[in-house]
C-alpha cells in the first residue's frame, strides 16, 4: 500500500472527465483556465447551458467572494457561443471589457473574479494540441482513468466544497489482492489486461459525478461526492462483487480476481487531503488484515 503525504493544497469544485470526448472523437470548443487555482483545466462545451457562478449547483464553480452565485452563462446557437452576464455585482469581462452579452471567438479571454479563462473553437488548432496535452497531464495511458496527480487535484476541490457547504464525502481505495502472482505467473502484459478490466468495471459502476483514478500499480480510488459512510460502504461492496464477478482467460486459463477496498469519509477534525487519504488506507489495511475480499470502513463490525 502506498504512503500518503499531506498535501493540502486547496482548489474548488467542478469535476470535469477531460479524457473523455464527445460523439465521434471531436474535440469540442472549450474553456482553458490560464489564471486562478485550477491552472491549465479544460472544460468542454456543448449543446447545454454552462453556468458559472459561486453556487454548489453552477456548472463550473469559483468560490470568490467577488463571483456571484450565477454569474454567467455561455450558451451555444447555430453561428456559436455567447456569454452572458447575469447581473453579477462584480460583471463579466470580456477581453478586459465589462460585457452585458457578447458572441464568443476563438482566442477571447474571459475574466470572472480573478479567474480568466480562454475560449477555444473546435476548430482551432491550438484546441485540439491542448486536447492532447491535457490527455497526457491528466489522464492513466493504461486505463485512461485519471491519473494520481489529477486525482489529488479533483479530491483537493471536492474536499473544500464539503467543507464550506457541509455536504458528505467518501472514499474508496480498492486494492487488488494478490495482483503480484498474476503478473509472476502470467506476465505483465496479462496483468496489464487485468487492470484495464478493472478500470472499465469501475467506470461503469460509478456515477458521472464520481472522481475514478489509478493511483498505484494495482490501487485504485473513486472519490464519492454527496455520499455518507454509509452510503459509501454500501456501494465499496457492490463494486467488490461485481469485480469479483469479473472472468479473465490468461495464457488459456480461467481466472478471478478479488479486491479489498477501504471506506472513509470527511468529518471534523481532517485538515487535509492526506488526513482522509490515511483515514481509507487504514481501513484498507484492515481489509487486507481480515483476509482479504473485504470492505472496511470504521462503521464496519470488529474484526
Known sequence: MTQRSNDASTTQRKTMHPHRRVGGGEVPACLVVLQGQRLGQRINLGDEPLIIGRAPEADF?????????????????PAGYRIKDLDSTNKTFLNDQPIIEAELKDGDHLGIGSYVLKFMDRSSVEARYHEELYQLATADPLTDLYNRRQFLELIDREIVRAANYKRPLSLLIIDLDHFKLINDEFGHPNGDLVLKRVALCLRGHSREESIVARIGGEEFAVVLPEHDLAQAEEFAESL????????????????????????????PGMTSTGDLMQAADEQLYRAKQGGRN???STLSAAD
Request: proline letters at 0%; a positive charge; charged letters at 30%.
Open 240 to 267: 467488490r462483487r461485481a469485480l469479483s464477478e469479473l472472468e479473465f482467460t490468461l495464457n488459456d486459463t480461467a481466472k478471478k480476481i478479488t479486491v479489498s477496498i477501504g471506506a472513509a469519509n470527511w468529518k
Open 294 to 296: 473485504l470492505v472496511r
Open 61 to 77: 464553480q469559483i468560490i470568490e467572494r467577488s463571483v456571484s452565485r450565477a454569474h454567467c452563462r455561455i450558451t451555444r446557437e
